[in-house]
T-cell receptor, first 113, second 116 residues
Framework: GEDVEQSLFLSVREGDSSVINCTYT??????LYWYKQEPGAGLQLLTY?????DMKQDQRLTVLLNKKDKHLSLRIADTQTGDSAIYFC?????????????FGPGTRLSVLP | NAGVTQTPKFQVLKTGQSMTLQCAQD?????MSWYRQDPGMGLRLIHY???????DQGEVPNGYNVSRSTTEDFPLRLLSAAPSQTSVYFC???????????????FGPGTRLTVL
């Protein structure tokens, strides 16, 4: 079955860049997503990338996709304390009934002052 | 639009009790799903629905039932709660569930369930 892996923890200093990595297994994934979950809150869509793209930039966020290695990364420039959260990578897996999302375990980002 | 709403936010049950987690969306989305989130395991799909009257099992369906009598509502029922069902439950919806740049999932705020 489909599987998505991420490192569970990442610590960075305020102002530095954060890079959160993700690997996935389903080569037929069409879209890959990054979600952010702040403490006590639900999931917020951060960004997504279509599988035929290598890179997508959105303000402080840069998504890089290496489809050959099935590797996805999220770079946050100038990381702030408000970026402290859990970041989930998700791939979309299509079956006979439509699209299901397969999530990774989440990477807990801690931003140190 | 309220988006995806879930009630209750918190719930404590005793082993063997039953309850229903409510989920509603006002975006006229066809596709709705329930996930549970456990530490270090990320989100796992419990049940999903591609439209009113149609439901199917996800990755971890045992101990849960769902129904979809309307487009707006997708309740999750725990028939006989067990400590292994202690988790945070998220409901989500999307336009069609068939992919596409607009077909992102919107999540509710979650229900934190503890089974003693």
């Amino acid at each position: 079955g489909e599987d998505v892996e991420q490192s569970l923890f990442l610590s960075v200093r305020e102002g530095d860049s954060s890079v959160i990595n993700c690997t996935y297994t389903d080569s037929s994934s069409t879209y890959l997503y990054w979600y952010k979950q702040e403490p006590g809150a639900g999931l917020q869509l951060l960004t997504y990338i279509f599988s035929n793209m290598d890179m997508k930039q959105d303000q402080r966020l840069t998504v890089l996709l290496n489809k050959k290695d099935k590797h996805l990364s999220l770079r946050i420039a100038d990381t702030q304390t408000g970026d402290s959260a859990i970041y989930f990578c998700a791939e979309t897996a299509v079956d006979n009934y439509g699209q299901n999302f397969v999530f990774g375990p989440g990477t807990r980002l801690s931003v140190l002052p | 639009n309220a988006g995806v709403t879930q009630t209750p936010k918190f719930q404590v049950l005793k082993t063997g009790q039953s309850m229903t987690l409510q989920c509603a969306q006002d975006m006229n989305h066809e596709y709705m799903s329930w996930y549970r989130q456990d530490p270090g395991m990320g989100l796992r799909l419990i049940h999903y629905s591609v439209g009113a009257g149609i439901t199917d099992q996800g990755e971890v369906p045992n101990g849960y039932n769902v129904s979809r009598s309307t487009t707006e509502d997708f309740p999750l029922r725990l028939l006989s709660a067990a400590p292994s069902q202690t988790s945070v439950y998220f409901c989500a919806s999307s336009a069609s569930g068939t992919g596409g740049s607009a077909d992102t999932q919107y999540f509710g705020p979650g229900t934190r369930l503890t089974v003693l």
